[in-house]
């Protein structure tokens, strides 16, 4: 089952697959009522997000859909993007998935700017301190959902988070801009296109995905996060030299670099950055412990509305 404690359930990286963004003529919260109960509602076009396998993949590779599709279909978190439907009766085969108003985290962070930049250019769209770690909280705990059942995301970025009204944020899988975002990928040893700047050195290296290796991707959105974004991780660094500095990790020889602490980032949220950046992955919190330590440093926030 998909809840067994024993058995981990991944993200794939599936190369054939591609992701759209569609109209979908049916709202999703009638997607599983009967038809009688829908008939008379008026029908409005909802934006949604559509991933489907290109026509004539491989067995293995329509395997691997289903068995996403069927995992995916379980989960049920409000800090998780909902599965609305599929087709896996006839080819393209596809999943739905809901879409968030505001799009995906990265492209929102560039919009706006830090509320206690100075001067704040007019009309600039802002964010506050207390919203930014709002949004964070809110990713550990759908992380922390999946921790709990075992399942590990593997691309875990801004990019694959998508926000909603009044700053609501959900972990998604499907970036829809891959050409947008190619460079946050790289071919490495004859596997798909990874996410090397985001990835823990044993998924790198060992190819080992836990939730663990996921702590290690948070650390690094959250780093995003209060950036807004605005370069990639180790961006003074090839992909080839991303791949040495987690390999002096591997290593241990104490020369392994780390992100820096961001500007007006206290040193207790970069403190636990780092400890997300631990060697030993058994030595890195969990995201239970994450999500509390991030409420407790947010206590008093109230969440804002959208302008």
Avoid at 239 to 246: A, C, G, M, P, S
């Amino acid at each position: 089952m998909f809840c067994n404690e024993y058995k981990i359930v991944m993200f794939r990286f599936l190369v054939c697959a591609q992701v759209h963004l569609c109209e979908m003529k049916t709202p999703p919260d009638e997607m599983l009522q009967p038809a009688a109960a829908t008939s008379s509602v008026n029908k409005t076009c909802k934006l949604v997000t559509v991933k489907s396998l290109r026509k004539g993949v491989s067995e293995s590779t329509k395997h691997d859909f289903y068995d996403e599709v069927e995992s995916l279909w379980k989960i049920r978190d409000p800090n998780i993007t909902r599965v609305l439907g599929c087709c896996l009766n006839e080819e393209p085969f596809c999943l739905i998935t809901e879409f968030m108003q505001h799009g995906d985290l990265n492209q929102f962070l560039q919009e706006h700017i830090a509320l206690s930049a100075t001067p704040i250019p007019p009309y600039a769209k802002t964010l506050s301190y207390g919203c930014l770690i709002h949004m964070a909280t809110q990713i550990a705990s759908g992380m922390k959902y999946l921790e709990v059942i075992n399942f590990v995301h593997r691309d875990l970025a801004a990019r694959n988070c998508l926000v909603g009204p009044n700053y609501t944020v959900k972990v998604s899988n499907m970036s829809l801009s891959k050409s947008v975002y190619s460079a946050d990928y790289f071919d490495f040893e004859g596997r798909p296109s990874l996410p090397i700047r985001w990835m823990s050195w044993e998924s790198i290296l060992l190819n080992k995905y836990t939730p663990r290796s996921d702590v290690w991707s948070f650390a690094v959105t959250l780093w995003e996060i209060l950036t807004f974004a605005r370069e990639q991780p180790y961006e003074e660094l090839s992909d080839q030299h991303v791949i040495d500095n987690v390999t002096r990790l591997y290593q241990n020889d104490g020369n392994f670099i780390l992100l820096p602490q961001p500007i007006n980032c206290p040193k207790d949220i970069y403190d636990l950055m780092c400890e997300c950046w631990q060697r030993d992955d058994k030595s890195r919190p969990n995201f239970r412990e994450i999500q509390l330590f991030l409420q407790r440093k947010n206590l008093g926030y109230k969440p804002e509305c959208d302008p």
